[in-house]
T-cell receptor, first 115, second 117 residues
Framework: EAGVAQSPRYKIIEKRQSVAFWCNPI?????LYWYQQILGQGPKLLIQ????????DSQLPKDRFSAERLKGVDSTLKIQPAKLEDSAVYLC?????????????FGPGTRLLVL | KQEVTQIPAALSVPEGENLVLNCSFT??????LQWFRQDPGKGLTSLLL?????REQTSGRLNASLDKSSGRSTLYIAASQPGDSATYLC????????????????FGKGTKLSVKP
């Protein structure tokens, strides 16, 4: 079974530029999560999708971050414009359903550096 | 609001030692608690998931316990090996009485483990 795929793996941009990350979850997984992990911290949930609908985006900075999951499969996360404090690893995860009772499967992450 | 704390932040042990990693959480109304492993530059790998009705889970040399009443979980690693070197994270879902998505995992900052040959 293929795991969660993410691209790019690394990205370096200057502040005020825009950037987009892509995630392809495990086949058949209904729920997709985007997390932000700042160096030395645990991951923090940005947004959760179930199929192509948003379940939770309470911690997404909506003035600059946006995400979509068209057709309920892969997803993109965009930052526009980027700030220095957005430097972090962006992790995508998926799970079969939306329940808290099951494991989330994580991708390798995209490491973003904003200069 | 759920808060997850892990102690110690870093741990260095010689190979072969048994060790315990600690995790505490503030809201005990949780469905489960999970332990993850993160290797440098990589994503998270789930190690153990303990349901709220369970007290412990075992996988190979790993044993995780859960005490909801005290808000604590421990990860026990037996006969540590250099390959166990990684950061270990515990995570609890948003509490049952919070509302909204229960899939929202609240993570601790992790314990960075180094096992010396």
């Amino acid at each position: 079974e293929a795991g969660v795929a993410q691209s790019p793996r690394y990205k370096i941009i200057e502040k005020r530029q825009s950037v987009a990350f892509w995630c392809n979850p495990i086949s058949g997984h209904a729920t997709l999560y985007w997390y932000q992990q700042i160096l030395g911290q645990g991951p923090k949930l940005l947004i959760q999708f179930q199929n192509n609908g948003v379940v939770d985006d309470s911690q997404l900075p909506k003035d600059r971050f946006s995400a979509e999951r068209l057709k309920g499969v892969d997803s993109t996360l965009k930052i526009q414009p980027a700030k220095l404090e957005d430097s972090a690893v962006y992790l995508c995860a998926s799970s079969p359903t939306s329940g808290a009772q099951e494991t989330q499967y994580f991708g390798p992450g995209t490491r973003l550096l904003v200069l | 609001k759920q808060e997850v704390t892990q102690i110690p932040a870093a741990l260095s042990v010689p190979e072969g030692e048994n060790l315990v990693l600690n995790c505490s959480f503030t809201d005990s109304a949780i469905y489960n608690l999970q332990w993850f492993r993160q290797d440098p530059g990589k994503g998270l790998t789930s190690l153990l998931l303990i349901q709220s009705s369970q007290r412990e889970q075992t996988s190979g040399r790993l044993n995780a316990s859960l005490d909801k009443s005290s808000g604590r979980s421990t990860l026990y690693i037996a006969a540590s090996q250099p390959g166990d070197s990684a950061t270990y994270l515990c995570a609890a879902p948003r509490p049952m009485n919070y509302g909204g998505s229960q899939g929202n995992l609240i993570f601790g900052k992790g314990t960075k483990l180094s096992v010396k040959p």
